[in-house]
């Protein structure tokens, strides 16, 4: 049989308060796309879906299509991530089955058995998002301080893992769908941090060498985990912040059988906006202007501030979605005496601080001070 993974969509998810709608309905286009022309037989969505809990309708609209979009094509079967809302999920669960969608909010032992319209028959242990208050008891959290219960939320984990893969078949490709984190897997960028270290991850001697392929979501680089069998997150289709800006973006797909192992491809995605930094004072970067597409910028300006640099920045760059000065051309910062001092030559040393030395904004600061003192 032939699958796809994906995961991590995000869809919701702004840029400085810039809009992605479009790029997300282009690259989930794509994605359908590469699902209908590999003909394949099931689609594995690891998680996170959604960027908020509380999705807008346009974020719900988007994504609920591209779910109906792939059943046509294959069957699908979803688990949710941490920033998904599993019982929303389970809400609407029963109108995607009827559409061969299979949206699974909760841990159950019992794998998930699919059988292809060419009679292979999958078997898959599902395992969403499992916060850390639902793998250790309360008491527990009472009695340890956090770093002492890595090493059992690890434990448990395990169990649950070999419990929902024990009855994994000889006659079956056998599959994990799971959101979680893995020990020194690598971030792609955008990530809760919160709830990718310490007390939440886990190693991969966790799955069994029975499984076929791991499917996994949470992380946002796409990459190859070594462990007793096939281990694989897809990433996210899209670049979601400046942190991860030079990874390529893909979904996967593989080949399996009962007698065979998964012949795994990784298949790039091009619909995304690119998402880089440049550096440098204003008279270098000017001349990149016109040079840098449609990709959105962040701007490291490598000289002091100054009243009215972010325009000129942003009219050099359209696309520069956040604009900051170098820590190195920012000015040490002093104590001083406020009791004996005026608000204007506060503000002037507040200036003087950060490198930036302006009389316009000074007056302009001095005139607002003395209306709101009137």
């Not at 959604?50 to 807008?56: G, I, N």
């Not at 998002?129 to 008491?139: F, G, N, P």
């Not at 090493?151 to 799971?178: H, P, Q, S, W, Y």
């Not at 070594?226 to 996967?252: E, H, M, R, T």
Request: a negative charge; one cysteine or more.
């Amino acid at each position: 049989m032939r699958v796809l993974h994906t995961a991590d969509w995000h869809v919701g998810k702004t840029l400085a308060g810039r809009s992605r709608q479009d790029e997300h309905e282009s690259v989930l286009k794509e994605i359908v796309g590469i699902a209908r022309d590999r003909e394949v037989d099931v689609v594995l969505v690891a998680g996170d879906l959604f960027d908020t809990t509380a999705p807008s309708p346009e974020a719900e609209r988007i994504v609920y299509r591209t779910l109906l979009e792939l059943s046509d094509i294959g069957r699908v079967v979803v688990v949710p991530g941490n920033h998904d809302n599993e019982r929303r999920m389970a809400a609407i669960a029963p109108l995607f089955a009827l559409s061969n969608a299979t949206l699974h909010p909760f841990v159950t032992q019992e794998p998930l058995e699919v059988e292809t319209a060419r009679g292979e028959r999958a078997r898959i242990a599902l395992l969403p998002w499992l916060s850390q208050r639902h793998v250790i008891k309360a008491d527990q959290l009472m009695a340890h301080d956090p770093h002492e219960l890595t090493g059992e939320f690890n434990e448990r984990m395990r169990r649950i893992i070999a419990a929902l893969t024990k009855d994994f078949a000889a006659d079956a490709v056998n599959i994990v769908l799971a959101h979680v984190t893995i020990a020194n897997a690598q971030h792609g960028g955008g990530e809760r941090l919160a709830q990718t270290i310490f007390d939440y991850w886990i190693d991969t001697t966790a799955f069994p060498a029975s499984a076929h392929y791991v499917a996994l979501g949470h992380l946002h680089k796409m990459q190859r985990l070594p462990g007793p069998c096939p281990i694989q997150y897809a990433g996210s289709p899209l670049q979601l912040d400046f942190s991860g800006n030079d990874d390529a973006k893909y979904v996967v797909v593989f080949d399996a059988s009962s007698e065979t192992p998964a012949d795994i491809d990784e298949v790039p995605l091009s619909s995304g906006r690119r998402l880089r930094t440049i550096r440098g004072s204003l008279d270098r970067l000017a001349p990149l202007s016109g040079t840098t597409g449609d990709d959105f910028l962040r701007v490291v300006v490598e000289e002091p501030g100054r009243a009215g640099l972010s325009d000129e920045i942003r009219e050099l760059f359209p696309a520069a979605v956040k604009i900051m000065i170098s820590p190195e051309a920012r000015a040490t910062r002093r104590t001083i005496e406020m009791s004996e001092t005026s608000p204007r030559e506060l503000f002037s040393r507040y200036l003087e601080e950060r490198g930036l030395k302006d009389d316009a904004l000074l007056g302009l600061f001095q005139e607002l001070y003395e209306d709101a003192d009137a």
